[in-house]
């Protein structure tokens, strides 16, 4: 039940976020706006998820999982109902930037959880579990979300949505034990010294390093894919978002396939796994930019399904990773890593809708994701001590926190 919970909590947002997407062109008709206007349904949406982000985490830590998560998200459900009988856009906007605040706890608080009940060698497959459940759900969520407004119309989305969190809200009451363990206040713990001597310690900034910037190339692909396969290759919508289904799917096996191995090889072993598996994909896919091959979509996603299958290791790995540094502060780490996943991924979507638009060839952006596979290699390699392999991290901690003035 925890498990079926955990998958939940997590894929709420992310859902919530893409069964609105679909109807965008409708929703700037109905409301006489700009398209633009529209789309800050989702950016600020997103805005909302990164901020949120910085202050669940933490907020968790200092009051338990539970109190935190039934708060959220019934916010959410209050949101919803806003959303419902929302006359304007501007309402509507601000309706769903409460669904995002009051979602992103599921999100930060949900790998907390997992690192409060599973110790460290199980945390990577666990996340790679929950991720994978997720992304079934999140690639079906546009069609579901397309489906009910047909159906029902556009307000029916929120209907099922407050709905289904109600029944999240209930069930995290009824069934959810508080998996935070208290402690005695001692004089190091507590926000600050949390911050203080995560910020101080190199192996949580590598795996958090690594876990930005191995997700900023979903970001950056995102972001270009449309114009490229659309624009420059000519071909439809639809098809395009068959082959967008592609990279989810490589990912989701990645996932599946992390769930097995990373009990036997450990969270490092299984982030260098990714790393490679994800550079080889990023160097075929520049060599074929170079040949000039991948001006067709077999060819380029073809080779990014590589890419996504290897990062769905390094990412899931990385995330356990950080937040194992220092177990006390797993909300306040797994804040912090959502914060600067969802910053810097809206920087990178742009990027990557740049490189898209304004280059007909896909090379560019190859180049792009070139430089970010390793980037992520170049955080681990500098940041993440070999020894880490070994040694526990949160003997490592200690020694930092001790060296940094911490203790």
């Not at 935070?180 to 911050?195: I, N, T, Y």
Request: aromatic share 10%; with cysteine; glycine share 10%.
């Amino acid at each position: 039940m925890t498990l079926v919970l955990l998958v939940a909590m997590n894929g709420l947002a992310p859902i919530s976020l893409y069964m609105l997407v679909p109807m965008l062109p409708q929703l700037a008709v109905l409301f006489a706006s700009d398209i633009s206007f529209a789309q800050m349904t989702v950016s600020v949406y997103m805005i909302g998820l990164a901020l949120s982000q910085l202050v669940m985490g933490p907020l968790s830590d200092r009051f338990g999982r539970r109190p935190v998560l039934i708060a959220c998200f019934a916010l959410v459900v209050v949101a919803n109902i806003g959303c419902i009988f929302a006359q304007t856009l501007p309402q509507l906007i601000a309706g769903r930037f409460l669904q995002a605040l009051g979602g992103a706890a599921g999100m930060v608080i949900s790998r907390a959880i997992i690192r409060d009940i599973y110790d460290r060698s199980r945390v990577g497959g666990m996340i790679s579990l929950v991720i994978a459940v997720m992304m079934i759900a999140q690639m079906l969520s546009p069609l579901f979300g397309g489906v009910l407004d047909a159906w029902f119309g556009w307000r029916s989305i929120f209907y099922v949505l407050a709905a289904g969190t109600t029944l999240i809200v209930v069930a995290i009451m009824l069934a959810l034990p508080e998996t935070r363990r208290f402690e005695a206040p001692s004089k190091d713990s507590g926000f600050l010294k949390d911050v203080k001597a995560l910020s101080a310690s190199r192996p949580f900034m590598g795996y958090v390093l690594c876990q930005m910037l191995a997700s900023s190339i979903i970001f950056v692909f995102a972001g270009g894919g449309p114009y490229l396969v659309i624009n420059h290759m000519g071909r439809s919508a639809t098809e395009y978002g068959l082959w967008f289904a592609t990279a989810g799917f490589a990912y989701m096996v990645g996932n599946l396939v992390s769930v097995r191995l990373s009990p036997r090889h450990g969270l490092d072993r299984m982030i260098w796994f990714g790393l490679a598996i994800q550079i080889a994909g990023a160097l075929l896919n520049t060599l074929w930019g170079v040949i000039g091959w991948n001006q067709v979509p077999s060819w380029l996603y073809g080779t990014h399904m590589i890419i996504m299958f290897g990062n769905a290791f390094a990412m899931a790995n990385a995330s356990a990773g950080a937040i194992s540094v220092r177990p006390q502060a797993s909300g306040t780490a797994s804040g912090a890593m959502g914060f600067l996943q969802m910053g810097f991924g809206a920087i990178c979507s742009q990027v990557g809708a740049y490189l898209g638009g304004h280059f007909v060839t896909p090379l560019p952006l190859n180049i792009a994701i070139l430089t970010l596979s390793s980037a992520c290699a170049a955080a681990i390699i500098f940041l993440v001590p070999r020894r880490n392999t070994f040694v526990s991290a949160e003997t490592m901690i200690e020694a930092e926190e001790q060296e940094a003035g911490v203790i």
